[in-house]
């Protein structure tokens, strides 16, 4: 049997690619656009393993997806590929309109003629999974409870607003034509490969390089953090149990202020790799303009995956943060490679023009 990842060079893919061929004996077909977020060295452990095809191709591209549909007649697609970055989205919404949007619309196009003309179990077996965030739903107040999956949706970014869109997409896929669907909607990641453009890896990089650590605004904004293994292992427990049509909330029950994220990092780089003057790293934090429209507060309640799935995170933050850092210490080639080139001129627009 073969499954179908998009998006499974970026974060989040590689990690779902890696854990897959580790843990079944299932072939995956890997199509990544290879965008700025796309990495084959995430993929280097699985670089001579038959069973992981890779790719390179645009989840848009009709006649290609329809072609590795027919050559490799998988049982699930699992649709990871996003342009991901909100800040990205603020400074250029085209991308994400185009891949999120007129991508996913194009990939359940292909999916759905492959699907329509499959047979028996291979026809009600087959399940079309779509990975999306907990952003759809917009923000929170302080003393509003966590999103649940019959949240309105209510997005506020163009990030945001084309995951939303694809999301409604996939679902009107099922109702209109039947496509055996699956929803998840994810609060932050983080963990191995994670791209130095998003808070975490970005803090410890900076961190390292003796740089500025920027928090924007007051750095209260709250976000619910997930390792992401956990997130993983939440996705492969909705493809194998997951209800058909149904929308899964997938978090980690752990909310904290960035400045609290930034801080903690800053403790653990000082026991892990103290700075030669003996200063802590929190020396660098620094305050930045806002971003504009910033979400203050996102929250995922996770529990209806955990009632009808069983499914709990395996890591708390504590752990996961820690195996975090520990990773970017042990992996210096990784993080230098892709922090030269473009990541340099991203650096400049994004944060040379907050005062
Ligand atoms: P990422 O930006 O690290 O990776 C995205 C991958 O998709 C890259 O490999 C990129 O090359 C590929 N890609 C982009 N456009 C493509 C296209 N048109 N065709 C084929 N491939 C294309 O993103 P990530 O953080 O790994 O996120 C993966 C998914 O999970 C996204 O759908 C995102 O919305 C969702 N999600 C992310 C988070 C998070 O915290 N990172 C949280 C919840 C949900
Ligand atoms: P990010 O990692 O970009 O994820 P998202 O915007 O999807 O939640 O940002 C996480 C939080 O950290 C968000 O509130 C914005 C904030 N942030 C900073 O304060 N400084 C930074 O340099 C970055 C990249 C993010």
Known sequence: MTILVTGGAG???????????????????????????????NLAAVHSEKRH????????????VSQLLAEYQPRAILNFAAESHVDRSIHGPEDFIQTNIVGTF??????????????GEAKSQFRFLHVSTDEVYGFLNKEDPAFKE????EPSSPYSAS???????????????????????????????????????????????????????DGQQIRDWLYVKDHCSAIRRVLEAG?????????????KANLEVVDTLCAILDQLSP???????????????????????????A???????????????????????????????????????????????????RS
């Open 150 to 153: 019959n949240n309105r949706y």
């Open 303 to 353: 529990s209806k995956l955990e009632r009808e799935l069983g499914w709990k995170p395996a890591e708390s933050f504590e752990t996961g943060i820690r195996k975090t850092v520990e990773w970017y210490l042990e992996n210096h080639a990784w993080v230098a490679n892709v922090t030269s080139g473009h990541y340099r001129q991203w650096v400049d627009q994004n944060y040379g023009e």
């Open 106 to 119: 194009r990939l359940l196009e292909a999916v759905r003629a492959y699907w329509s003309k499959l047979e």
């Open 163 to 217: 995951k939303a869109a694809s999301d409604h997409l996939v679902r009107a896929y099922h109702h209109t034509y039947g496509l055996p669907v699956l929803t998840t909607n994810c609060s932050n990641n983080y963990g191995p490969y994670h791209f130095p453009e998003k808070l975490i890896p970005l803090s410890i990089h900076n961190a390292l390089a003796g740089k500025p650590l920027p928090i924007y605004g």
């Open 53 to 64: 095809i890779f790719v390179h191709g645009d989840i848009g591209n009709f006649d290609l």
């Open 275 to 301: 700075r030669a003057d003996g200063k802590s790293y929190k020396e660098q934090i620094t305050f930045v303009t806002d971003r504009p429209g910033h979400d203050r507060r996102y929250a995922i309640d």
């Open 11 to 41: 974060f989040i893919g590689s990690n779902f690619v890696l854990e897959w061929l580790a843990g079944s004996d299932e072939a995956v077909v890997n199509l990544d656009a290879l965008t700025y977020a796309g990495n084959l060295e």
């Open 243 to 255: 209800r058909v049509g149904e929308t899964y909330n997938v978090g980690g029950w752990n909310e």
